[in-house]
């Protein structure tokens, strides 16, 4: 007897495969899992690019970084100013942390860090309580006082994660960040909700400037696996600018590699951040993208 595909099954496959080829794979190209619902809302994300955002020795501008970061801003809100838009997010009485990222060969960088921080001041919030910080926001002060967290971190492929995402940029938050490797760090999005994250968290922005698409064992770094993309994703929810981005680089690989090259292992902490957690949105159905500037070569 021919036996039915059930929600179990679904989960092992989702345990193992990654998010854009899961459908495939588990319901032959007929049905998505993710339609359980027409009613389900949907989410907006901005893609920016511009060809100028990375000078000659691939560096980013810090103006047009800052500009890049103002429209994809005023898009994302509704905006017509980016101070405006800034001030939907931010309050002057605000403490705000900074979430960076300083792994070396792909922070960041303090071109982002530094528009953020910029209009951070103009909304009124006093210089003192803003700051910036990566491996030390446990005993950062301001974050361990933090009433809104600005989140932003480079995408690249990850040897325990899949892929280096907003969702896992947030690991540092927790005494013990190993505790959060195993099954190829499936629960990362729990992180935001045991340590009240994910309401004092404002705005998500996924450093695409020069994405890492390939990796090979832990803290791998080649810069032939490497591209001037030269984009930043934004958006208020984590799960669709990861899986917006998640996207990009796989469509990538394919391009790079001549053939589909699923991520080792799948970054399926992203799917599982929807479907397990509740976190956000990462079907990619339920997605609004908004792509602003440079399109050739979008990939997406």
């Known amino acids: 007897m021919k036996r039915s595909f059930t929600r179990r099954d679904f989960l092992k496959i989702a345990a193992s495969v990654p998010l854009t080829h899961l459908v495939s794979r588990a319901f032959g190209n007929k049905v998505s899992p993710y339609q359980t619902s027409k009613n389900l809302p949907s989410t907006k994300v901005v893609l920016i690019r511009?060809?100028?955002?990375l000078d000659q020795q691939k560096k980013p501008r810090d103006a047009v970084i800052q500009k890049m970061m103002d429209e994809a801003i005023m898009k994302l809100l509704d905006e017509k100013d980016?101070?405006?838009a800034w001030q939907k997010i931010i309050k002057p009485d605000d403490i705000v942390g900074i979430k960076t990222n300083v792994w070396s060969y792909i922070p960041t960088t303090s071109a982002v860090e530094q528009a953020i921080w910029q209009r951070i001041r103009e909304v009124g919030v006093p210089q003192s309580?803003?700051?910036?910080?990566?491996?030390?926001?446990?005993?950062n002060p301001v974050f361990q006082k933090a009433t809104a967290l600005i989140n932003a971190r480079p995408a690249r492929t990850h040897h325990w994660a899949g892929m280096g995402s907003c969702i896992k940029n947030?690991?540092?938050?927790?005494?013990?960040p190993s505790a959060y490797h195993g099954?190829?760090?499936?629960d990362l999005a729990r992180i935001w909700f045991e340590y009240n994250l994910k309401d004092k968290t404002r705005l998500n922005i996924l450093v695409m400037l020069t994405p890492l698409f390939h990796g090979i064992g832990p803290h791998h770094y080649s810069e032939k696996y490497?591209?001037?993309y030269c984009g930043l994703i934004m958006g208020t929810d984590p799960v669709a600018v990861d899986s917006t981005g998640l996207r990009i680089i796989e469509a990538k690989r394919k391009e790079y590699f001549g053939e589909k090259r699923p991520l080792q292992p799948p970054a399926k902490h992203i799917f599982l951040a929807e479907t397990r957690h509740h976190l956000g949105v990462a079907d990619p159905s339920r997605i609004e993208l908004i792509k602003l500037g440079w399109l050739e070569g979008s990939l997406i």
């Open 183 to 186: 099954d190829s760090c499936a």
């Open 226 to 228: 490497t591209w001037p």
């Open 170 to 176: 947030y690991i540092m938050f927790t005494p013990r």
């Open 82 to 84: 980016p101070r405006e």
């Open 50 to 53: 511009d060809p100028e955002a």
């Open 129 to 139: 309580n803003i700051s910036i910080d990566d491996r030390g926001v446990r005993r």
